[in-house]
């Protein structure tokens, strides 16, 4: 008789190695589309709305009271594609916590610019600092 927890952890396991390799994937994407000239100048032209998108997420999923944000890794990356539209669709992001998927779920409904093409990849990189005095 199989243990079904066996079948159960391989199962996860995969599942795991699966979702980080489609946020590799779309990463190398992002990165391709952004170094191309037309990639380059999309990306300077949603990073200030974005930005402030991210950084208004920022302060709801990671309140000053805790020191989370702080601790390693200090940062996350953001991978995301935008429909012809400007809807983001396909967001995922590393490290996955609580609070990076709270940031994820709430610029989800956030629009940037008609991209270069339909289903463009893009990302954001966050490296917080510490506010002084911590």
Do not use: H
């Amino acid at each position: 008789m199989k243990c079904p927890w066996v079948s159960l952890g391989a199962l996860l396991v995969a599942q795991i190695a699966y979702g980080a390799d489609r946020f590799d994937s779309a990463l190398a994407r992002a990165r391709e589309n952004e170094s191309s000239p037309a990639g380059e100048a999309y990306a300077r032209s949603i990073s200030g709305p974005f930005g402030n998108e991210v950084w208004k997420a920022m302060k709801r999923c990671f309140p000053m009271t805790r020191r989370v944000p702080w601790t390693p890794p200090y940062g996350f990356t953001l991978v995301f594609a935008v429909r012809d539209n400007g809807s983001l669709s396909n967001l995922s992001v590393r490290p996955l916590t609580s609070e990076t998927e709270c940031i994820r779920d709430s610029i989800r409904s956030f629009q940037v610019a008609k991209p270069p093409a339909d289903n463009w990849w893009s990302f954001i990189a966050i490296s917080p600092a510490p506010p002084a005095g911590w």
